[in-house]
């Protein structure tokens, strides 16, 4: 609906919003759903179908609208897989740094063993597994565990082992946030806890295996005890996971919850008596966003995050996405400031000279008074000098009235000369200021010597404007009118000037459009102007 009404994907402002939304669909597509380039153009037809009724526009810019968003699928699709390229390097090198920060053989331990975590804040201990990852403070799991063999456990056995379960959330060796026993398997999700009793100088946590040890031991003597059985009760393998988000935190939490009734164990008003359920909105505001796991996430630098944007098209809240997918987070801040790094190379590379007036009071500010629309190349005008401006290099004067058009709106600045207590002055250049005054500027060999001359305030002066050259710049400023028109009637109404530059020797038009012209399009775009210029209908 928003490209039917002419906001076209771009790289600024509500354009930007619809090249974050479509290019965010177009990840999501090709990386998740494997989907190939042109999958998106196709969600055009449903959308026109449902809503065209109600937005006709729908209709009438539908080849435009699916037009547009081809290129940007083709667009992005060309840079996309290189720029996932980038990303994946850079996570493997995240990846690598922790590894490199192990003991040779971590990996292979076969026993808890404990150090300082290169992700942790400082004093935080972590517990060393055999899965070769760290256990991250205050990190949040994902726990499974199942019966040997896949033996189902009676009711009062799967009673016993909720009450080991909650026993251990009691005692503060975790903080229980779901548990569900199944008859074969067990789910968990918590957080373990600091033990109780380590030195003020380090925190030490509940690892996973003295925490699964603890249950699956204590549970299997006291089953087989009941039951006046011998043997193993639970496999040695689990399963155990890092909640990486709020959203994988919540999605986990509904899983346990509604695992026994999608297992068909739930009786007829939907309760299975072996799950424990602790408040989802504390495990909403515990998940992710707690102050505890400042420290832990691994950090996607912003100097990538900018590469990223800058050179492969990524905006930064798909590369959070990405990131969160991951469980890292991006430096925003080191994003922001790359960011600002290039708003200045692009203020230096367009940076103007500030023009600053010789003299002060209100007459030196006063507006110059414009004539010129209407001139030909005998046309005069008699004027008086009110202020000479300098700068570092150039010398301008500025007079009451003038027929000099002063640069603006893309066309530059007319030139000429004046005649100056009987002294021809040749004035190169016209400029206006934020006062309104237009400034003549001086050839650069009268700077050196301009005693030579009077420019004093109130001094007579005669102008003449370069009336051919006048002639050029308007001709481009004509064709630019009818470029637009045409590109327009060939293109859609969508197409938007953006600026242009318009001088004696060429015209450059900057127009909005999703994609480049095709040599055809701008053969028909060069006919319709040239037969409105062989109209030779006056311009008004």
């Not at 070769?132 to 199942?146: D, V």
């Not at 500010?365 to 401006?389: L, M, N, Q, R």
């Not at 893309?410 to 400029?431: E, N, T, Y």
């Not at 293109?491 to 127009?511: A, E």
Request: net charge neutral.
């Amino acid at each position: 609906c928003a490209i039917a009404d002419g906001i076209m994907p771009g790289n600024a402002d509500r354009n930007y919003v619809i090249r974050r939304i479509l290019r965010r669909g177009i990840m999501y597509g090709r990386k998740n759903l494997g989907l190939k380039t042109g999958f998106f153009e196709q969600l055009v037809a449903p959308v026109v179908e449902s809503l065209g009724d109600v937005f006709p526009e729908l209709k009438t810019q539908r080849v435009m609208i699916e037009r547009a968003i081809r290129a940007e699928e083709e667009s992005f699709g060309k840079t996309l897989d290189r720029g996932l390229a980038v990303f994946t390097d850079e996570v493997a090198k995240l990846s690598s740094t922790l590894r490199s920060n192990l003991s040779p053989g971590s990996a292979r331990v076969p026993r808890a063993a404990s150090g300082v975590s290169p992700d942790a804040p400082q004093n935080i201990r972590y517990s060393k597994r055999r899965l070769p990852h760290f256990e991250r403070p205050w990190g949040k799991y994902h726990l499974a565990f199942s019966t040997h063999e896949r033996r189902p456990l009676a009711p009062e056995a799967r009673q016993l082992v909720l009450d080991a379960i909650l026993h251990g959330h009691r005692e503060g060796r975790y903080h229980l946030y779901a548990a569900a026993v199944l008859p074969d398997h067990v789910h968990l999700l918590l957080e373990p806890q600091p033990k109780s009793g380590a030195p003020a100088a380090q925190t030490e946590f509940h690892s996973l295996t003295e925490i699964l040890h603890s249950l699956k031991s204590f549970t299997a003597h006291a089953i087989n005890k009941a039951s006046g059985a011998s043997g193993s009760v639970w496999e040695k393998e689990s399963f155990d996971r890092l909640i990486r988000s709020e959203s994988d935190l919540v999605e986990k939490f509904n899983y346990i919850a509604d695992n026994p009734r999608n297992s068909g164990l739930a009786d007829v008003d939907g309760a299975y008596p072996f799950v424990w359920l602790g408040e989802p909105e504390a495990a909403r505001r515990d998940a992710g966003q707690s102050p505890r796991d400042a420290g832990a996430p691994q950090i996607v630098p912003g100097h990538i995050a900018f590469l990223l944007y800058d050179t492969y098209g990524f905006p930064l809240d798909m590369t959070q996405l990405l990131a969160a997918e991951r469980g890292l987070t991006v430096d925003v801040a080191g994003f922001e400031a790359e960011m600002e790094k290039q708003r200045e190379r692009a203020r230096a590379a367009r940076k103007t000279e500030v023009i600053l007036g010789a003299t002060e009071g209100a007459a030196a500010v006063a507006a110059t008074k414009f004539e010129g629309y209407s001139i030909d190349p005998t046309t005069t005008f008699h004027a008086h000098v009110t202020d000479v401006v300098k700068t570092e290099k150039d010398t301008f004067l500025v007079f009451d009235t003038t027929p000099f058009y002063a640069e603006m709106g893309g066309q530059v600045g007319d030139s000429g000369h004046a005649l100056i207590g009987g002294h021809k002055v040749d004035l190169v250049d016209c400029i206006r200021d934020k006062s309104g005054r237009h400034l003549h500027k001086l050839v650069p060999a009268l700077n050196s010597q301009p005693s030579t001359l009077n420019f004093a305030a109130g001094t007579a002066a005669t102008l003449h404007v370069d009336y051919a050259r006048r002639r050029a710049i308007s001709r481009h400023h004509s064709a630019a009118h009818l470029v637009h028109w045409a590109l327009r009637k060939i293109l859609g109404t969508h197409v938007r000037q953006f600026g242009t530059h318009k001088t004696p020797d060429r015209l450059r038009f900057d127009f909005t459009h999703f994609e480049a012209l095709t040599a055809a399009q701008i053969k028909e775009c060069e006919q319709l102007i040239n037969e409105k210029v062989i109209d030779n209908a006056k311009v008004e």
